[in-house]
């Protein structure tokens, strides 16, 4: 375990259906990011929340919802979601402006659009 | 704006070989650079960092990487490949100058599948 983690690690849901991904650390950090990992290209930095406010949401289409109640808790909410949506979603965290150290990743939801 | 390049999709290399995975950055700064790891089906995973200091970095797992200001790049290397080594390997970038927003803006490559061979 890296100290962030996220449930579920496989999610399949249809076109119509609601979910949520959910994404929690206790390492003390106070910025939290979501990407999404889609085979052969870069990761996709999707939000980021620092000190619990979005500060960054890179044109992601309004079926994805993030919420950030608290400093360790992020989530992600889906809602009629598109095959191409399927992915890998990770989670990571970071201190706010201590540059000399990176992101902390959790394992990922692997989700499946049908 | 900043960027990765690594421009090896797959690296095949015998186990007991070097490896070598390369990796090219452009910042308008100075950068901090960063090697991520990622097995199947799990998160990345730090391996090693750049900061300030010795152009060699060393990491976890027995992988380094070598800083070269002038060639603007960071490859990792290890001298002994293990067959356990085989995953993706991503290269990550950020420059020192980057600030406000309250975040680390960290830009990755799009990734190296490395496969060591028994």
């Known amino acids: 375990e890296t100290g962030v983690t996220q449930t579920p690690r496989h999610l399949v849901m249809g076109m119509t259906n609601k979910k949520s991904l959910k994404c929690e650390q206790h390492l003390g950090h106070n910025a939290m990011y979501w990407y999404k990992q889609s085979a052969k290209k870069p990761l996709e930095l999707m939000f980021v929340?620092?000190?619990?406010?979005?500060?960054e949401n890179n044109s992601v289409p309004s079926r994805f919802s993030p919420e950030c109640p608290n400093s360790s808790h992020l989530f992600l909410h889906l809602h009629t979601l598109q095959p191409e949506d399927s992915a890998l979603y990770l989670c990571a965290s970071s201190q706010r402006t201590v540059s000399n150290y990176g992101y902390t990743f959790g394992s990922g939801t692997r989700l499946t659009v049908v | 704006a900043q960027s990765v390049a690594q421009p090896e999709d797959q690296v095949n290399v015998a186990e007991g070989n070097p490896l070598t995975v390369k990796c090219t950055y452009s910042?308008?700064?100075?950068?901090?650079l960063f090697w991520y790891v990622q097995y199947p089906n799990r998160g990345l995973q730090f391996l090693l960092k750049y900061i300030t200091g010795d152009n060699l970095v060393k990491g976890s797992y027995g992988f380094e990487a070598e800083f070269n200001k002038s060639q603007t790049s960071f490859h990792l290397k290890k001298p002994s490949a293990l067959v356990s080594d085989s995953a993706l390997y991503f290269c990550?970038?950020?420059?020192?100058?980057?600030?406000?927003?309250?975040?680390?803006?960290?830009?990755f490559g799009i990734g190296t599948k490395l496969q060591v061979i028994p």
């Open positions: 990550a970038v950020r420059d020192r100058s980057s600030a406000g927003g309250g975040y680390q803006k960290v830009t």
């Open positions: 910042v308008s700064g100075n950068p901090y």
């Open positions: 929340y620092s000190l619990e406010e979005r500060v």
